[in-house]
Nanobody, 126 residues
């Protein structure tokens, strides 16, 4: 049984930082691309970033480049999302997902990700 578990969310002031973690079990982690998505109440889920299984190639939503950094530690079956200079509009539920399709361009691509976590909540106060 595959489990995807996010952690690290919480309340932070605008301008602050958070690092989200996502640990996966039940699959061969290094064979899967990983993605982070987010969803605000009443809005559609949107892609944040994704990272390949092989060489760490990563892509970001354009508006988040320079503030967010995705990374992975295959020895720990964990992917991270470092979020800096947080803004109130970054307040969302953040979801992690695993998939074995990695397109070499940025796309929302939810269909490329098969296994999803339940999310971790990020709140940014102004």
């Amino acid at each position: 049984q595959v489990q995807v578990v996010e952690s690290g969310g919480g309340l932070v002031q605008a301008g602050g930082s958070l690092r989200l973690s996502c640990t996966v079990s039940g699959l061969t982690f290094e064979h899967y691309a990983m993605g982070w998505f987010r969803q605000a109440p009443g809005k559609e889920r949107e892609g944040v970033s994704k990272i390949s299984w092989a060489d760490g190639t990563s892509y970001y939503q354009d508006s988040l480049k320079g503030r967010f950094t995705i990374s992975r530690d295959n020895a720990k079956n964990t992917v991270y999302l470092q979020m800096n200079s947080l803004k109130p509009e970054d307040r969302d539920m953040y979801y992690c997902a695993a998939g074995n399709i990695f397109r070499t361009y940025w796309s929302t691509g939810e269909a490329d990700f098969r296994y999803w976590g339940r999310g971790t909540k990020v709140t940014v106060s102004s």
